[in-house]
């Protein structure tokens, strides 16, 4: 009999809604701000958002702050918003 393999479940901040942690995009705090772990395997207070533009949207205008618990600054709100518009626009292609 197979057995099923355990697959992480992570919540994303904006919709709530939880997925498997693969298909959703980790953020980290780090001391230079908030990054995009692409690796999964930053160090550091993470939150997970979903790839669609309007959790993203969501997440880094409000709910980011309080999952990190820290304050984005207007330049580290703009790396983030043009990480998910090349991200989005990679995935159109």
Known sequence: MARNKHKPQRMCVACRQSQDKKSLVRLVRTPEGVVVDQTGKLAGRGAYLHADPDCWERGVKK???????????????????????????????
């Open 63 to 93: 709910y980011l702050e309080k999952a990190l618990n820290t304050s984005l600054s207007e330049t580290n709100r703009a790396e983030l918003i043009a990480f998910q518009d090349s991200f989005s626009n990679k995935n159109k292609e």
